[in-house]
């Protein structure tokens, strides 16, 4: 097996299947990242579900589109949002994010959306399965930020904050 010397890298199990994206420590991820994943895992493409796709939200959707690109096993499988991206993406689109959760089954929620909004929606993707990148800051308040602490461990899913 060839050792990784990557900005970053994604890690795959191939026990659990979970993804995860590991930069060295103390370093940013630079724009220009790129991703290889070791033969013998796993090729199938873990869905990602992008929550608030405008403002911040289009960084996020530039970033999935070139790591799949590049080869990284994930694909965008749904956008919510109260105003419909355009072009039109080619996933689910829709302003609920239940109904998306229900219909794309991601393995992965990021939530960029207004900060008064993010620990009800972190929580509806840990309740659904789905682990859960979530942009800073997590909760509009320390009573919501425990509450979110606590529905994601009762999900068993990992949420991740996003400090850019």
């Not at 026990?15 to 796993?42: N, Q």
């Not at 608030?52 to 994930?74: M, Q």
Request: net charge positive; with cysteine.
């Amino acid at each position: 097996m060839q050792s990784r010397q990557l900005a970053s890298e994604l890690r795959l199990s191939a026990l659990d299947r979970r993804a995860e994206f590991v930069p060295p420590l103390g370093k940013r991820f630079p724009s220009s990242y790129s991703v290889r994943v070791e033969e013998g895992l796993t090729t199938m493409p873990y869905g990602v579900l992008l929550a608030g796709v405008h403002g911040h939200g289009r960084w996020h959707l530039r970033n999935i589109d070139r790591l799949s690109r590049a080869g990284a096993p994930l694909r965008l499988a749904g956008i919510c949002d109260p105003r419909p991206p355009e072009p039109d993406p080619g996933v689910p689109t829709g302003a609920r994010l239940e109904d998306l959760l229900d219909t794309v089954r991601p393995a992965v929620t990021i939530v960029c959306t207004p900060i008064h909004t993010h620990t009800d929606l972190a929580l509806a993707a840990a309740r659904s399965g789905s682990h859960v990148l979530l942009e800073k800051p997590p909760a509009p308040s320390a009573a919501e930020f425990d509450r979110l602490c606590a529905g994601i461990a009762a999900g068993g899913v990992a949420c991740q904050v996003g400090f850019q």
